[in-house]
């Protein structure tokens, strides 16, 4: 598989998602998303030497119950008004093969910056209308109380309401920068 041509592709907010999964009441996995504002990867060659960056929108956190997103926007968790955006910006990328890499890199959140690797695969290239747009995939766990996310309810029969483990997913559509997007 060919990378893309060296340049700055622009990422599609409409079209990429951020997923995470958390355990909750000690059993079970409760799955949200995050909105991403803004983004671009910029393709370098030699490939190694490639970036990215991107900042989400706190606020927008969605697990599909309200009043969870709401207490994960307040203090207790995301803090939002205080915290409105989180970041990722890499600092180093290493292939593994011709489709997958990792990405090392610094994620912002809460306030705190702590180094991040994400596990990634380039899935390709598609001619979308007039635009090529490229595919990512990308995943990574972090430790919430490494980002001072420390709330936590302990439970009557043991164990607590919010596990530390966060599993994340991003999918990335990007387009080359200053191109839109014909199709929806």
């Known amino acids: ?52 960056s991107v900042t989400v929108e706190a ?35 290493r292939l593994l093969d011709e489709r997958t890499f990792t990405v090392e890199g610094d994620l912002t959140l809460h306030g705190v910056t702590r180094p991040v690797e994400l596990a990634a695969e380039y899935l390709g290239s598609h001619a979308d209308g007039d635009a090529p747009l490229v595919a990512f995939v990308a995943t990574t766990s972090i430790d919430r109380n490494d980002f001072d996310l420390s709330y936590n309810r302990p439970l009557p029969a043991g164990g607590f309401a919010v596990g530390p483990r966060i599993d994340i997913e991003i999918t990335v559509e990007a387009l080359p920068a200053g191109i839109k997007r014909v199709v929806a």
């Open 1 to 52: 598989m060919t990378w893309p041509d060296p340049g700055t592709w622009e990422i599609d907010p409409r079209h990429t998602s951020i997923i995470f999964t958390a355990q909750h009441l000690v059993v079970a996995r409760v799955r949200g998303r995050f909105d991403v504002l803004s983004g671009s990867i910029e393709v370098r060659d030699p490939v190694e030497e490639s970036r990215l």
């Open 59 to 93: 606020g927008s956190v969605n697990s599909g119950v309200a009043k969870r997103d709401g207490h994960l926007r307040s203090p207790d968790f995301l803090d939002v008004e205080r915290f409105p955006t989180l970041s990722y910006v890499s600092t180093g990328l």
